[in-house]
């Protein structure tokens, strides 16, 4: 079976800090990772993810994330919040081989940005 | 182009009633899924369709159907709705053999 759990329902930095949100994962089999993000009132966007290959993953809006197997995490950061980085991110794991099938979501992050 | 499409935006129901959503995916795009984003919860995958034909279902009971027709288009219907169904209903799709999936906006459903 295959779980996530996203440390801190809510994180709130400064603008211009670091922006650091903690997922970790369960599977028995090897897994693809996701982060989403949404603004209030929209659907998920793909912020990045990692399949095969590189560990550390560079996504969208200046975004990255690392896979690190041995301590099953996938935790996303950015070295400078905006404002505009104001949202709820999820992180989300699959089956290898996973063809658009079954994601399974985090509770998810609501990150707030101070001025 | 353009992205994944649903409708309606938002719905308001009563316990008992049955609804219909709809959802068109990305040209090109085959593979139709079908999650519910209860309000401060991450989304629950209901249904997988994959060339007309459904590929996965989650832990969801048998009120909740889906349908994929010809044009890779998709319908979401649960019927007896409960207020526990008051959700964002999200639809994504994908590319034949590619595992990542872009999601809609979204219908929001609210049972009374």
């Known amino acids: 079976a295959q779980s996530v759990t996203q440390l801190g329902s809510h994180v709130s930095v400064s603008e211009g800090a670091l922006v650091l949100l903690r997922c970790n994962y369960s599977?028995?089999?090897?897994?693809?990772l996701f982060w989403y993000v949404q603004y209030p009132n929209q659907g998920l966007q793909l912020l990045l993810k990692?399949?095969?290959?590189?560990?550390l993953v560079k996504g969208i809006n200046g975004f990255e994330a690392e896979f690190k197997k041995s301590e099953t995490s996938f935790h996303l950061t950015k070295p400078s919040a905006h404002m505009s980085d104001a949202a709820e991110y999820f992180c989300?794991?699959?089956?290898?081989?996973?063809?658009?099938?079954?994601?399974?979501f985090g509770q998810g992050t609501e990150l707030s940005v101070k001025p | 182009d353009a992205g994944v499409t649903q409708s309606p935006t938002h719905l308001i129901k009563t316990r008992g009633q049955q609804v219909t959503l709809r959802c068109s995916p990305i040209?090109?795009?085959?593979?139709v899924s079908w999650y519910q984003q209860v309000l401060g919860q991450g989304p629950q995958f209901i249904f997988q369709?994959?060339?007309?034909?459904?590929?996965g279902r989650g832990n969801f009971p048998d009120r909740f159907s889906a349908r994929q027709f010809p044009n890779y288009s998709s319908e979401l219907n649960v019927n007896a709705l409960l207020l526990g169904d008051s959700a964002l209903y999200l639809c994504?799709?994908?590319?034949?053999?590619?595992?990542?999936?872009?999601f809609g906006p979204g219908t929001r459903l609210l049972v009374l």
């Open positions: 369709y994959y060339e007309k034909e459904e590929r």
């Open positions: 990692y399949t095969t290959g590189a560990t």
């Open positions: 599977s028995s089999v090897p897994p693809y």
């Open positions: 989300a794991v699959s089956r290898k081989g996973n063809q658009g099938g079954k994601l399974i």
């Open positions: 040209s090109g795009h085959k593979s």
């Open positions: 994504a799709s994908s590319l034949q053999g590619q595992e990542t999936q872009y």
